[in-house]
């Protein structure tokens, strides 16, 4: 850990505090928009982030994948209250005495929480990137926070994740130079094209 790097949980409610502020902005007109996901909708983004902030937050609880499918529908109700309830419940749990050191059970093994902790971050933040893309807001979501992001996902990624959309969690790498800002190199990293 570096000196500047952010302890436990800090870093997943920055990641969630970047994300609430992108959602504050999404109106229903927004909710058919296409995103940097491409078989995701508005809607559908805005549906799995809460639902990712859910499951995150029941993982570092018990240790276990909760059960479930489907993300629930988020948008019939007020969707900003909605995620700040999750984003508060996984925050709590990264938060918890412990769970920095509880082993975590994903669906390709064991993880302790000061690693998921990155993972839960990087997905609520690369989502609040693609709202924030699909709605024409700016994209450039708190610099030092998505360089710290990339820094950990580069290293936590396997290629074995990697697929076309639809059949993998993250497309193939995005090229894209160096100056780019740090939100865009992360999501490239993570196969969206900024």
């Not at 999404?26 to 499951?55: E, M, Q, Y």
């Not at 948008?75 to 412990?98: H, I, Q, W």
């Not at 971050?121 to 030092?144: M, R, V």
């Amino acid at each position: 850990m570096t000196d500047q790097e952010p302890p436990g949980a800090e870093v997943l409610e920055r990641a969630c505090a970047s994300t609430a502020t992108v959602l504050a902005a999404v109106r229903a007109a927004d909710f058919r928009l296409p995103t940097p996901c491409r078989s995701w909708t508005v809607k559908d983004v805005i549906n799995h982030v809460i639902g990712s902030a859910a499951f995150y937050a029941g993982l570092a609880e018990t240790g276990v994948m909760p059960a479930g499918g489907e993300d629930a529908d988020h948008t019939a109700g007020d969707l900003g209250a909605a995620f700040a309830r999750e984003a508060g419940r996984v925050v709590a749990a990264f938060s918890a005495p412990g769970a920095m050191g509880k082993i975590m059970e994903m669906p390709f093994g064991g993880i302790p929480g000061s690693v998921c902790v990155w993972l839960a971050a990087g997905d609520i933040f690369t989502h609040g990137w693609d709202l924030a893309k699909a709605t024409g807001q700016p994209s450039d979501l708190d610099p030092e926070l998505a360089e710290r992001l990339l820094e950990r996902i580069e290293r936590l990624l396997p290629d074995a994740m990697r697929g076309p959309e639809g059949q993998a969690p993250f497309g193939p790498k995005v090229a894209v130079a160096d100056s780019a800002p740090a939100a865009d190199r992360l999501a490239a990293f993570e196969g969206r094209q900024p």
